[in-house]
């Protein structure tokens, strides 16, 4: 008898089906019965009321916005959570008979069956989840600076002037002396309000460095590659959170949705794109940094030399994908300092001559 039996037959299992006021509960004996149904007040309160001193029993919720404090409570109170992962809930969503208490039954099922069919996830800490809030709050406030930028240079074409090109940070200070007067009532309070935006702005990049050299130390291992500043670095650190966790350095790139999908069935294995699993956020700062080495200015590298070499095999296809592809290796390698604390090397896998042939070109 396997562990995974032993547990369910030891426990109830429990499917709880989040949502943003309640909390639809199903409970299944250790033999398959229904047991309970019932609804809570999503609030920890009534999570207390209902499972504090409790006999332990298997909780499973789907991934959502309560389930990182749901479930740090009910591993606190002594029970077994398993927080599905929303990707591989294909039997709910799929559902012609879909409602909250049947979601919360299925998951029961499932979770009381085989956990590992929900492709269990792992939440962050407290502590970390609060210092990516940080990382979060300042991309949100860099998009709402863009999108009034671009309104602002938008609204003074329209109108057949033009406002200088400056960085974001300066915009407001520069913009100002270019917009028409018939505007100036309309456009002064966004330019105030962009202005605003860059000095909080500023303030979390000042507290990002911080982080970086204080909270997380390996943050100077992981910006070492051309491209990886401290926002890229403090976000990848906070993703992965423990490098223990992932069974090697590739592994990394599947979990951040970075591999290409598969759908093969006999002889047909068609080509398609990325997954796109993960942290969104994590992803898109490393495509990011992928854009810089190889963009104009990202300097020479086995890195960059490889991605340049994939992108001439095609078309503009082919520098998509190589973009794609070098993030990909750019998380690989970036677990790789993290985990083994080596000086990175631009040039290592590259000849001398190479080298020598590159210094001398340059």
Sequence with gaps: MNDATTICEAKMTVGLDLGDRHIQLCALSPDGEVIEESRLSCREKALRARF??????R?????????????????????EVIVANPRKLRLIYMNDSKSDR??????????RLDPALLSPIMHREAS????????????????????LINHVRGS????????PSSSAAAFSRIAVEHVPECLTSALLPVLTMIGD???????FDREIERLCSEEYPECAALSQPAGVGPITALTYALTIQDPSRFPNARAVGSYLGLRPKRSQSGASAPELGITKAGDV??????????????????PD?????????????????????????????LSVLMFRLWVTGEVYEPLRNSAPHEVEAVAISA
């Design 59 to 79: 909780l499973v919720l789907e991934a959502g916005t309560h389930s990182p404090w749901v479930s740090r409570l009910l591993a606190e109170l002594g029970h």
């Design 197 to 203: 935006l860059s000095e909080r702005i500023g303030r």
């Design 102 to 111: 049947v979601d919360a039954e299925y998951l029961a099922r499932v979770g």
């Design 301 to 329: 590298t086995d890195l960059r030399r490889w991605g340049l070499t994939l992108a001439g095999r095609g078309g503009k296809a082919a520098k998509k994908r190589a973009v794609v592809a070098v993030a990909r290796k």
């Design 156 to 163: 003074v074409k329209s109108l057949g002037g033009r406002i």
């Design 128 to 147: 970390v989840q609060a210092d990516l809030v940080v990382v979060r709050s300042r991309d949100v406030l860099v998009r709402t600076r863009t999108a």
């Design 281 to 298: 956020m994590t992803r898109r700062l490393l495509v990011g940094s992928a854009q810089y080495i190889l963009g104009p200015f990202g």
């Design 52 to 57: 504090e001193g409790a006999a332990p029993v």
